[in-house]
């Protein structure tokens, strides 16, 4: 029994280095070497540091949005079922390799049996007793070709795709906290623009009734006045509803209230850093849903291995050694050893097809993941390319609207000046008032607009995962521990 089961085992070590998982090649990124140049683009630049290295507490400058992400990471619920997916995984993947090694059990039964005396050969009643102890394995697979370790690499790839998960599920709840904060503050300013511009059209509609009742202004003077203190009444209650609507918003993504303490700062202060782009080829490394597709596809491919080795005959032993013995007061006395030893081997012969079939879905899956990779490279190229035109001509476009602004607000001084002195009519002046609300208005969402495509751009860049600004180091995998026991 021992030469059999020892020449058994070197037979399993030698052939353990058997492995029919394909060999992994990376797939060529479908997108060009260099971002996208044009009059829409800035030049590029050297690039020291990437973007996702940046820290969200450096990228962000403004305490109060610090203050909302980090309650944010704290008790946002997608975040949290996102962490318990790892969890989940890990648990799976630890379940798999287990099946790597043999799983040795210890048994200890006893019985006792009486025989009634017209069923028993001497013709009288019997008691018989049988006690024993075992130390054994069972159905340990002998993994000769593979197809236990191909199982237990496509679970290590599934858990390290969860990880990559994670990240991307924190990396959008920083940026969509910060573009919801920032909404929330666009809309508050565009609130007390109105509230201000409201007053102005109700302190220029009783001048206008005032003059009405002299006979200066005529019914068709007095009537725009009051459509332009209407139109502002629904602009108000339009911007009203908004921003108790983006208050909602951020309790959710927060998970919680928000705080109480929050000290917030204007759109137009400096709210942001600037993040650099550096070239396609970092995304590979820094955006976690490439990664995730990567890590999909890794373990799409130890699949095939798999579905490969399960062509070949399979192994699989059951043996245990222990004592047996009629009284349980000898059960450990000289003589009383027992042992079995079941050696058991499938060869398949005839399924119908059906491990073909396996191969070519395993196949087909993994066909599917190339494609899920290549596309998430697309889509992570076509994010930050578009990011990239966004910052350009932002910039360009929020200088135009402020010039736009301060030219309105010279029209709007001369145009009242000359309306009270009787120069011009009210309706130069009321059309003075609403382009000068209109250029106000979109300057504050130009702002907005700036302001989430730098953050859009920050997140397709893979930023958003670091508190503090990270050294440039190789990320390491931790793999989960095997207990053993």
Same mark, same amino acid.
């Given at each position: ?36 140049? +044009? ?11 990437? !973007?996702?290295?940046?820290? $969200?507490?450096?990228? =962000? ?26 969890? &989940?995984? &890990? ?9 790597? #090694? ?19 050969? *001497? ?10 102890? *075992? ?17 237990? @690499? ?9 990880? @990559? ?18 909404? $929330? ?6 609130? /007390? ?6 007053? *102005? ?62 000290? /917030? ?45 399960? =062509? ?5 032993? /059951? &043996? ?11 059960? #450990?006395? +000289? +003589?009383?050893?027992? $042992?079995?030893?079941?050696? @058991? ?6 399924? %119908? ?22 596309? !998430? ?18 910039? @360009?476009?929020?200088?135009?609207? !402020?010039?736009?602004? %301060? ?41 907005? %607009? ?18 503090? /600004? ?10 989960? &521990?095997?207990?053993?026991?």
């Amino acid at each position: 029994m021992s030469k059999s089961l020892l020449s058994l085992t070197i037979t399993a070590v030698v052939l353990s280095g058997c492995s029919l998982i394909p060999d992994y090649q990376r797939p060529e990124a479908p997108v060009p070497a260099q971002y996208p140049q +044009g009059p829409a683009y800035e030049p590029a630049k050297a690039v020291s540091q990437a !973007a996702a290295e940046q820290g $969200w507490k450096e990228f =962000f400058h403004d305490p109060a949005l610090q203050q909302l992400i980090q309650v944010a990471l704290e008790n946002n619920r997608d975040l949290r079922v996102a962490a318990l997916n790892i969890d &989940a995984y &890990a648990a799976q993947y630890r379940i798999q390799r287990a099946d790597l #090694f043999p799983a040795v059990s210890a048994t200890g039964s006893g019985s006792r049996q009486r025989v009634p005396a017209r069923a028993s050969q *001497t013709g009288e009643a019997a008691i018989s007793s049988s006690y024993s102890a *075992t130390l054994g394995i069972s159905a340990y697979e002998l993994d000769l070709f593979g197809r236990v370790r191909s199982l237990s @690499e496509q679970a290590l790839q599934s858990y390290f795709a969860t990880e @990559e998960a994670r990240r991307s599920t924190q990396i959008s709840l920083v940026a969509n906290v910060a573009n919801a904060y920032l909404t $929330w503050q666009a809309d508050k300013e565009l609130l /007390t623009l109105t509230q201000e511009t409201l007053g *102005t059209y109700e302190q220029s509609l009783k001048l206008t009734s005032r003059s009405a009742e002299v006979g200066v202004a005529s019914a068709l003077d007095l009537s725009q006045a009051r459509t332009a203190v209407e139109n502002a009444r629904v602009q108000l209650a339009r911007y009203t509803r908004q921003v108790a609507e983006d208050e909602n918003s951020l309790t959710l993504l927060l998970g919680t209230g928000l705080p109480s303490n929050l000290s /917030t700062q204007p759109l137009s202060d400096d709210l942001l850093s600037e993040v650099p782009a550096g070239l396609p080829s970092d995304l590979l490394q820094r955006r976690p849903d490439i990664l995730q597709a990567e890590r999909n596809l890794l373990a799409a491919n130890a699949n095939i291995g798999a579905a490969r080795a399960a =062509f070949f005959p399979s192994i699989s032993l /059951t &043996a245990n050694a222990g004592t047996l013995s009629p009284d349980l007061s000898g059960l #450990f006395k +000289g +003589g009383s050893g027992t $042992w079995t030893f079941a050696p @058991e081997i499938n060869i398949p012969i005839f399924n %119908a097809g059906s491990l073909r079939a396996s191969l070519d879905y395993a196949k087909i899956e993994k066909d599917i993941d190339v494609a899920n990779y290549e596309k !998430a490279i697309q889509t992570a190229f076509q994010e930050v390319s578009d990011g990239l035109a966004a910052r350009r001509t932002y910039n @360009e476009q929020l200088r135009a609207q !402020a010039a736009y602004v %301060a030219s309105n607000q010279d029209y709007y001084r001369l145009a009242e000046r000359r309306y009270r002195i009787g120069v011009d009519s009210n309706l130069t002046f009321l059309d003075a008032q609403r382009e000068l609300f209109s250029a106000q208005q979109s300057l504050i969402t130009d702002r907005l %607009a700036q302001l989430t495509s730098e953050v859009n751009l920050y997140k397709a860049l893979g930023g958003g995962w670091n508190e503090q /600004t990270a050294k440039n180091e190789p990320r390491k995998e931790e793999v989960p &521990a095997l207990n053993l026991l």
